[in-house]
C-alpha cells in the first residue's frame, strides 16, 4: 500500500488495510498462525507423496524426510519432536522435571 510509517495511521485503518492483502501476505500468515502459504503446503505434500512411492518402490535406506513436516516443525532430522530424546545433567535435574511431570509423585 506504500505505507511508510504505519504508526501514524489510526488503528481501525490499518485494520481494514490488513483485511484486504492477499492470503500468502506476511500478516495474514501471522495473524492465521500459519508458517507458510497453503500453496506450498500443497506442492510439498505431492512430493512427500512421490518420495515415499519412490521410497516403498526401492526398499532401501531409510524413509525420506517429509516435506510438510521441514516446513511445518514437526519434523527435524527425519525425527518428530516427540521422539527426541531427554537427557537431564544429574539425577536432582531428572528428579525434578519427574516431580513436575507427576504432581510430586516419586518415581519407582
Known amino acids: ?3 511508510l510509517d504505519y504508526r501514524g495511521l489510526p488503528a481501525r485503518r490499518l485494520a481494514v488495510l490488513a483485511a484486504g ?3 500468502d501476505s506476511r500478516i495474514k500468515l501471522r495473524m ?7 500453496e506450498t503446503l500443497l506442492l510439498a505434500s505431492i512430493a512427500d ?6 521410497w516403498r518402490g526401492a526398499k532401501r535406506g ?13 519434523e527435524r532430522g527425519g525425527k518428530r519432536p516427540e521422539e ?3 537427557i ?3 539425577g536432582a535435574a531428572f528428579d525434578a ?3 513436575r511431570l507427576t504432581g510430586g509423585g516419586r518415581h519407582a
Open 1 to 3: 500500500y506504500g505505507i
Open 62 to 74: 531409510k524413509r525420506p524426510a517429509s516435506f510438510v513436516g521441514l516446513l511445518t516443525g514437526t
Open 49 to 54: 507423496a512421490l518420495n515415499a512411492l519412490l
Open 32 to 38: 492465521s498462525g500459519a508458517r507458510v502459504p497453503l
Open 97 to 99: 522435571a519427574w516431580a
Open 21 to 23: 492483502l492477499r492470503e
Open 88 to 90: 537431564y545433567s544429574s
Open 84 to 86: 527426541q530424546p531427554i
